[in-house]
């Protein structure tokens, strides 16, 4: 009669033995490459005239452990460089040395344990600094849940800033974006604090780096306005053109609190003198005037009947 083996055994020998493994692994050197973003603080009234590299790669040889930590648990893992306190020439060109770069990274490093550095030295060509404003534009998405649209237009606060940099690129910049950002399903009034982007950061810089976007989203809803006078716009106060009706009826549609505060007086019915004019047909269509966040739908009648009054010769 053959025995079962005990399996706690075996499960705990299978332990021990990846504990070992995993012990041995991490405490034993390894060689990998790692990416420091790069900043630089540039002085006062200076600006970068070409573009730097964005990180620079650092290979180091070095434990399992303290790799694991620089990876995946280093806060603001980072090459910073403050440019005031390097030399600048007179053409304004900085020389940025491989001493330079390392003595920047966060969290520091062991020299030792740099094997390579990728660039080893950068060249920066500076210049003088310019300052233009610009407007904010939006470059979120806003969805409102089925049955709820937007209400009037979205605010920008601020809406405009000031960016600072390279003198050939700020002219060209006609505004800054916020980054590309979609906000879904919204049922009420809504603010949004946005970052902006974050492209030309090293050329092109603000001191403010987000903005408040915010709107009102309403339930949607329809009514009809009827009786709404017809008026003829650009024309001689005496026309010999006669329309009819001259009354019509539409039908409307936006948010219910701004349909529940709508008057039949924000709703214009206009035709225009030189539509009369041009006309040849003995028909027009009017065009609606309403305010921000309302749509019009549809009207009752469409069309208009168009004829010229013609006076008898005394």
């Given amino acids: 009669m053959s025995s079962k083996k005990p399996i706690m055994p075996i499960l705990l020998s299978i332990v021990l033995a990846l504990g070992l493994w995993g012990y041995v692994s991490m405490t034993s050197l390894t060689t990998v490459y790692v990416t420091y973003p790069l900043v630089l603080d540039l002085p006062e009234e200076r600006s970068l005239e070409m573009e730097p590299p964005s990180s620079i790669s650092v290979k180091l040889r070095t434990s399992g452990w303290q790799l694991l930590y620089l990876q995946y648990f280093s806060s603001g893992k980072e090459c910073r460089i403050d440019l005031a306190k390097t030399k600048i020439s007179s053409d304004g060109l900085v020389e940025l040395t491989k001493t330079d770069l390392l003595q920047g990274i966060n969290p520091t490093v062991s020299l030792e344990k740099v094997v390579e550095l990728l660039p080893e030295a950068i060249t920066l060509k500076t210049g003088m600094l310019f300052r233009q404003t610009v407007p904010v534009q939006s470059r979120i998405s806003i969805n ?96 010999e053109h006669s329309i009819e009706p001259t009354l019509v009826s539409a039908i409307v549609r936006g948010g219910v609190k701004r349909i529940a505060s ?23 269509t009017p065009t609606f005037v309403v305010p921000a966040g309302i749509t019009v739908l549809g009207t009752n009648p469409t069309i208009l009947k168009h004829r010229l009054i013609i006076y008898p010769n005394n």
């Fill in 144 to 239: 409102p849940s089925k049955g709820y649209m937007l209400v009037g237009k979205i605010n920008i606060e601020p809406d405009s800033i000031v960016i600072r940099g390279n003198g050939s690129i700020i002219p060209t910049l006609r505004s800054w974006a916020t980054k590309k950002l979609v906000f879904a399903d919204l049922t009420g009034p809504f603010s949004f604090t946005v970052p902006l982007q974050d492209t030309l950061q090293n050329l092109v810089t603000s001191a403010i780096r987000e903005v408040k976007i915010s709107g009102d989203i309403q339930q949607i809803t329809e009514v009809t306005f009827r009786d709404i006078p017809i008026t003829i716009v650009g024309g001689p106060d005496q026309s």
């Fill in 262 to 284: 709508l008057s039949a007086d924000e709703i214009k019915a206009i035709v225009y003198y030189p539509q009369l004019i041009q006309d040849s047909t003995g028909f027009v």
